[in-house]
């Protein structure tokens, strides 16, 4: 199974990024989704996810309102736009699969990782 994140970059606050994941070696329709981020000295932690239909989604707090998730399960890839960014967005940010059909806010709960992508938000 791989996993391969890419569209991080450097943004000003209050722009916007799209980040997308890539999956290969497994059937991606059977694998809820999220992503996370890991900011520097900090723990990760959840930021969205998305059911295997792609139907439902959730969303941490601190992102609700500014990021979409979503899935394009023909094409086995999943995205998270991020628009009106802030500096506290800076992180490196994972996408990660779930063998479920509901996915989960743990990391602990999700077997596959991406490699990971860097965003950051310059003020």
């Known amino acids: 199974v791989q996993l391969q994140a890419s569209g991080g970059g450097l943004v000003q606050a209050g722009g916007s990024l799209k980040l997308s994941c890539a999956a290969s070696?497994?059937?991606?329709?059977?694998?809820?989704t999220g992503w996370f981020r890991q900011a520097p000295g900090k723990e990760r932690e959840f930021v969205a996810a998305?059911?295997?239909?792609?139907?439902?989604?959730y969303y941490a707090d601190s992102v609700k309102g500014r990021f979409t998730i979503s899935r394009d399960n023909a094409k086995n890839s999943v995205s998270l736009q991020m628009n009106s960014l802030k500096p506290e967005d800076t992180a490196v940010y994972y996408c990660?699969?779930?063998?479920?059909?509901?996915?989960?806010?743990?990391?602990?709960?999700?077997?596959?990782w991406g490699q990971g992508t860097l965003v950051t938000v310059s003020s």
């Open positions: 070696g497994l059937t991606f329709s059977s694998y809820s």
């Open positions: 998305i059911s295997l239909s792609g139907r439902d989604t």
């Open positions: 990660a699969t779930r063998a479920a059909v509901v996915p989960d806010s743990e990391a602990k709960k999700y077997l596959n």
